[in-house]
């Protein structure tokens, strides 16, 4: 009889993901026997949860809101967590769990193919949150002028504090809001909400929009940013890769013999997963 492993998502509001639908298809085109199911669980129930987890399952990954929360409860942290202040990928053995965070290597890998050489070009980032500093980093690190602007000018704040610890203090500002004449030739949402919905505090005005080259959006989602900054004539692009990428981290994370995780293999997943995959109504929502 097979002995099947359990891995799974960890989050408030998970049980529409699209996740589950990613890595069971890369354990079955892997042969691996393994599950992995959403785990919703409550605020009020996050810590009467964590010994399930650190019971009966192999790892799981981790969504907002518990990324930074699950920090403290964890009895080791890699560097990549450490770097990025959130653990989205844990890791259980012996009943011992380990953090990491995989958001910036999953986010660079997903910009091949996408946007080029943007050294020393202004950049705009929407977004404070865990995801926006992985992101922050890996542009950073390619030599741009970033500018971040988020609903939350405090948490904004102390973002660019731990980024000018790495990265040239003169590269990066904060501004409390957009003018009608900034112009970027590129921009990346990492905002829980939809920049152009109703519920957004940051808007972008059509001249910024015209200037802009690539626009992204970490949601896996079709924005109505997006296609507002495609409708001015930019590149765009979706977290879909970006979640892709996240799903192989973790499996070489969690696998001792990932060996047969190879850039062919991923190419030709890649192409059946996003065939096939589903995204449901409140989707969208959920930020992984």
Known sequence: MVDYKTYGLLGDSVSKSVSPQIYNALFQELKI???YMPYAVPKDK?????PILRSYFEGFTVAAPYRIDIMAHLDRLDDSAKMVGAANTVKVEKGKMTGYNTDMDAFEKSLIGFVGNIFDKDVLLIGSGGAAYAVSSVLLERGVFLTIVSSNFA???EMQSRLQKRYNKNRIKVVGGLSHSDEFYAAFNAETEDIESKQSEVSIHDHTYQSIKYAYDVSYCETQFLSKAEQFGANTKNGLDMLLYHAVGALKIWLSDHSGIDV????????????AVSLPQDACRIKE
């Open 155 to 157: 948490s904004a704040m």
């Open 264 to 275: 062919a293999l991923l190419t030709q997943v890649f192409g059946k997963i996003k065939s």
């Open 46 to 50: 996050f810590i009467s949860a964590l």
């Open 33 to 35: 026997p393994a599950v």
